[in-house]
């Protein structure tokens, strides 16, 4: 009888071990875990860099900083020039902060005071803030000469004195109508106006010539000039007149009148203002040595108007000028000192009341 044991197969013999000794073992089990563990950092990092890792500063900065933003510029080349000058520390930062305000589509092209080293943050929305902008301001007053205006407009911009100077007397390319016979005192148009840096002299006075044009159509000045049967040049040196004659604007049209009324009647228009215009000195009371002085400007010696205007006349003025008072007065004084006048067509009455506005201390 065979033994059913028989029929199992037999086993082959067992192969020698081939375990690495364990020192080895562990040292390479951690090489692995090393490589694994740094792998997953740098992806988490590059993971998390594509959406949050933006390189950018912290807080508002420090310094001064002044950049220029152009017209039409993108937030991406915004945010490329303050990187350059290392207001953010990324262009892409900017970015990102500009796509999470809505404001930032109103940004204005212009020179801006920053600070170094700010928050992409920061930085928009200092400029965002008006008052960061650096923009020279001149306000030009009503009955300004224009010798005193370019004098005001280099003091408040950054636009040199001698360059207005050489522009004031290069009149040609600053727009003026053709009326003006080639002289730009009276067409600086009284305003305010905000000039950026790196504006030219000749672009702040054609802007301000351009707004007397402005102003000029508003009110009609050619049409009105002709049904007065005067040139727009005469008006505008009657309103430049009215400018200096009086300071109480109820009293404008009745100056215009005196002018108008002197004209007609060949009579000269004896204003002080006129020849004030060339004094190295303006005075209230001129002298008789004054008012021998040969000068065109001198309206006591030669009939009719100035050579031109004698200052920046404003809208009031003109308007003033169109619109003469209707009365037969050729004569005014001042006779109070909030600036009224007394105007009448009497000599007598005249001297006597600028007799007692002398006495009373008005002028």
Do not use: C, W
Request: proline letters at 6%.
């Amino acid at each position: 009888m065979s033994d059913i044991l028989d029929l199992q197969p037999a086993r082959r013999p067992a192969h020698p071990s081939r375990r690495l000794p364990k020192p080895v073992g562990l040292a390479v089990v951690f090489v692995v875990l090393l490589a694994v563990i740094g792998g997953i950092a740098l992806g988490g990092k590059a993971l998390v860099g594509s959406f949050t890792g933006v390189p950018d500063y912290k807080g508002a900065g420090a310094g001064a900083v002044v950049v220029q933003i152009l017209v039409g510029q993108s937030a991406g080349a915004i945010g490329a020039t303050l990187a350059g000058k290392d207001v953010v520390k990324s262009a892409k930062a900017f970015r990102r902060a500009a796509a999470a305000e809505p404001r930032s589509l109103g940004l204005q092209p212009g020179y801006y005071s920053l600070r170094a080293r700010m928050s992409a943050q920061a930085a928009l929305l200092l400029l965002l803030d008006p008052t960061a902008r650096l923009r020279g301001r001149v306000v030009l007053p009503e009955g300004m000469p224009l010798a005193n205006a370019l004098d005001l407009i280099a003091k408040g911009t950054q636009v040199s004195i001698a360059d207005l100077k050489s522009a004031a007397a290069n009149p040609a390319g600053l727009g003026l109508p053709g009326y003006a016979k080639g002289q730009l005192e009276g067409f600086l148009f009284p305003a305010t106006y905000d000039v950026e840096p790196g504006t030219s002299a000749v672009q702040v006075l054609s802007r301000m010539v351009q707004r007397y044009g402005d102003a000029a159509a508003e009110v009609d000045l050619v049409a009105g000039a002709a049904r007065l049967g005067r040139t727009p040049y005469e008006v505008l040196i009657v309103a430049s007149l009215i400018e200096k004659e009086t300071a109480f604007a109820g009293d404008r049209a009745k100056v215009a009148r005196v002018v108008y009324n002197r004209l007609r009647l060949d009579m000269r228009l004896q204003f002080d203002s006129t020849l004030n215009y060339v004094r190295a000195e303006r005075t209230a009371r001129l002298t008789n040595a004054d008012l021998a002085v040969e000068s065109p400007y001198n309206t006591y010696l030669h009939k009719g108007l100035p050579p031109t205007p004698i200052d920046s006349p404003g809208r009031l003025a003109l308007e003033a000028a169109l619109n003469p008072a209707a009365g037969d007065y050729v004569y005014f004084v001042t006779i109070s000192k909030d600036g009224r006048s007394l105007f009448t067509k009497s000599y007598d009455a005249f001297l006597a009341a600028k007799a007692k506005s002398q006495r009373d201390g008005v002028y």
